[in-house]
């Protein structure tokens, strides 16, 4: 299995603060994504990166932010959680490079419920 | 733009039985991944294949097996003599060559009863 962890696994906030998920990874890989899997939608991409410091958006970046400072970690930040971000969050790694595509591979996901 | 469409939103089958789990993809791109994830009651999600644009060898992996069809633009994935630990919900995915991204369809979840 791909050393992939994430923090925390779940958590229960309010309407209105800040919440931060951590994706770890100890695979050295350069890219790293975070989803959202949500009933009907399947997994949707919030936001990926490409390397330190290096990021961008996916299909559902609104209300979100990510920041990677080292290789290894890769943070989400909701500034003002909302209900609608009620959801299961995945992150994922990969080694892809263009012209070659290789696999991602997923945490175990963080469950957040934002009441 | 590309696209995933799993059609099959839920699928029950009595154990043994083979079944067949349809994709259709589409992408203006000629060189494409596809790909195939297992997410069991769990909630983990475990990569099963992964399939280039340039290769339609089906393959098989002891009761899984792919159909890829580019002229249909189709990957299917059937497992045969179905057990009950084959109950997750599937994913297929796509990628193209060029993009960073991968894209998701919505998953069918199969029900193997006892």
């Known amino acids: 299995d791909a050393g992939i962890t994430q923090s925390p696994r779940h958590k229960v906030t309010e309407t209105g603060t800040p919440v931060t998920l951590r994706c770890h990874q100890t695979?050295?890989?350069?890219?790293m994504y975070w989803y959202r899997q949500d009933p009907g939608h399947g997994l949707r991409l919030i936001h990926y990166?490409?390397?330190?410091?290096?990021?961008d958006k996916g299909e559902v970046s609104d209300g979100y932010s990510v920041s990677r400072s080292k290789t290894e970690d890769f943070l989400l930040t909701l500034e003002s959680a909302t209900s609608s971000q009620t959801s299961v969050y995945f992150c994922?790694?990969?080694?892809?490079?263009?012209?070659?595509?290789?696999?991602?591979?997923f945490g175990p996901g963080t469950r957040l419920l934002v009441l | 733009a590309q696209k995933v469409t799993q059609a099959q939103t839920e699928i029950s089958v009595v154990e043994k039985e083979d079944v067949t789990l349809d994709c259709v993809y589409e992408t203006r791109d000629t060189t494409y991944y596809l790909f195939w994830y297992k997410q069991p009651p769990s909630g983990e999600l475990v990569f099963l294949i992964r399939?280039?644009?340039?290769?339609?060898q089906n393959e098989i992996s002891g009761r899984y097996s792919w159909n890829f069809q580019k002229s249909t633009s189709s990957f299917n994935f059937t497992i045969t003599a179905s057990q009950v630990v084959d109950s997750a919900v599937y994913f297929c995915a796509l990628s193209a060559n060029r993009d960073d991204k991968i894209i998701f369809g919505k998953g069918t979840r199969l029900h193997i009863l006892p």
């Open positions: 695979e050295n890989h350069r890219y």
């Open positions: 994922a790694i990969s080694e892809s490079d263009r012209g070659r595509k290789e696999t991602q591979y």
């Open positions: 990166s490409y390397g330190v410091k290096d990021t």
């Open positions: 399939r280039n644009s340039f290769d339609e």
